[in-house]
């Protein structure tokens, strides 16, 4: 029997508003790790797991704001490299979401899921690179793309693989996610 009370569309927007908030917060926490702070990666994993929890739409959404907001409240990331975050992790959120909700339900789906989210949002910041850089007549190549997408990334590649699809199979046999 389905609560009265339940609306699925005020519970996306609750969630996303906490995946924000992670997002704005996050750094903070691994900022205190000068060595590997910012290779942790902190604004990817609300942004994914909003796109496997809420949908694409509203992954999509957290993950273009929450660059931008930060930016604009705390001063980081700098606004050049915000706009290319922001298009990156706007498709992080939308790949995850929309992946997720297409193939059949699974823990390899949540792998699959995102390792391509990863790979398709790291594509999208290297063509919104080209595009800043370009803009700026700065030089980019692809070392400079490898570098900035997987060599200085490592760390947080590997915590996003063993956090994030605990996190979504836990929340899945809790019935938490609304995607």
Known sequence: MQNSNYNPGIRRLV??????????????????IPE??????????PVLLCGFVCG?????????????????IFGM?????????AFELAA???FSGLLYRLLPKG???????????MLLGRLVWGV?????LGIAHRPYSFAIFFAGA?????????????????????????RLTLN
């Open 150 to 174: 997987f060599a200085n990334a490592v760390p947080g590649i590997i915590l996003q693989l063993v956090l994030i699809p605990v996190i979504v199979i836990v929340m899945e046999k809790a």
């Open 36 to 45: 590997i702070g910012s290779m942790l990666c902190p604004m990817h994993i």
């Open 128 to 132: 919104a690179e080209i595009a800043i």
């Open 77 to 85: 990331p700098m606004p050049v490299s915000a706009i290319g975050m």
């Open 107 to 117: 823990a390899i789906t949540v792998y699959i899921t995102l390792v391509a989210s």
């Open 15 to 32: 969630y996303s508003a906490v995946f924000l908030a992670l997002a704005l917060a996050l750094p903070f926490l691994t900022g205190q």
């Open 56 to 72: 694409w739409p509203w992954g999509l959404a957290v993950g273009f704001i929450a660059p931008l907001l930060r930016c604009t």
């Open 92 to 94: 992080y959120g939308a």
